[in-house]
């Protein structure tokens, strides 16, 4: 016997519920259109994703609340297609590019300790402030002058060209470490290898309002003569544009053929990359 229990119409009975059949459970779930009273069914088709289908009742619906619902219902599944057809990503300036001929991949970047060590030690160390002197003849406010007065294009050249001035030096004569990357303070003073190049030149780029979203460090390897490298890149009109301690010119990142980028940064995010097979 079952427990007494009342049903709608007043009386009391000790029957077995009819449990609802697999139709019933999947299609349908009965409940009140909220304002006017009048019934109406929720479906959940199975050619519509599970969730999106409002469809009402044709029988008790008003014309005007089937319409309704249907424009809820196909609202509902073109968003759904293009967060599936577009997947968010990182902000970039212009199309998605195969930065050196690479496919990417996002990952944390708590993976890449030296980085986050590095962007502490620079908040507790600015250069890029007023009163700031980067050699003996260019205050950070002169620096920042000239700079405004020319494209953005000639900015990258003017930034390249002026931290490539400093000499190369490695981590381990510098600070007695096999791999250490230094703030722009510390390689305003001290020098350093090549991501110390492009730390100090992605700085001056950011202080002077390219946003952190359109550049990254890249770590690569010269495939040439197999060796370790890292250069800056900017994303602009379409294009990457390479800011190398090894050059003065800024290219197109598609001029660089022996470059095999490992992996690239920002404030934001960190990629790894991969040579698509052929």
């Known amino acids: 016997m079952f427990p007494a229990r009342i049903l709608p119409s007043g009386e009391r009975t000790n029957r077995r519920p009819r449990a609802a059949g697999p139709t019933e459970r999947r299609n349908a779930l009965s409940e009140l259109w909220p304002g006017d009273g009048r019934q109406w069914m929720v479906y959940i088709p199975r050619h519509i994703p599970r969730g999106l289908g409002l469809r009402p009742n044709r029988r008790t619906a008003p014309r005007s609340g089937r319409v309704a619902a ?5 609202a509902l599944c073109l968003a759904s297609a293009c967060l599936t057809a577009f997947p968010a990503r990182a902000a970039e300036n212009g199309p998605r ?6 496919v990417e991949f ?3 970047l708590k993976s890449l300790p030296a980085w986050l060590e590095m962007l502490a030690r620079n908040e507790k160390s600015p250069i890029f402030v007023a009163g700031s002197r980067f050699n003996a003849s260019t205050t950070w406010e002169q620096f920042r002058a000239r700079a405004e007065k020319l494209s953005r294009r000639e900015q990258l050249k003017m930034v390249n060209v002026f931290w ?3 000499p190369y030096r490695e981590d381990k004569d510098v600070y007695g470490k096999p791999d250490y990357w230094a703030t722009p303070s510390e390689f305003r003073k001290n020098s350093g290898d090549c991501e110390d190049y492009s730390i100090a030149k992605y700085f001056t780029l950011k202080a002077l309002g390219v946003p952190a ?3 990254r460090i890249v770590v690569l390897k010269e495939t040439i003569r197999n060796l370790a490298h890292a250069v800056l890149v900017v994303y602009m009109d ?3 544009w390479v800011l190398d301690n090894m050059s003065n010119n800024v290219l197109s990142h598609t001029r660089y053929k022996s470059y095999l980028p490992q992996f690239s940064v920002n404030e934001h995010n960190r990629w ?3 040579k698509p097979k052929k």
């Open 70 to 74: 249907w424009a809820l219902c196909l």
């Open 97 to 102: 590019i195969q930065l050196f001929g690479t």
């Open 106 to 108: 996002r990952r944390p």
């Open 164 to 166: 490539n001035k400093w």
């Open 213 to 215: 979203d359109e550049m």
């Open 238 to 240: 379409n294009d990457a």
């Open 272 to 274: 790894a990359h991969v």
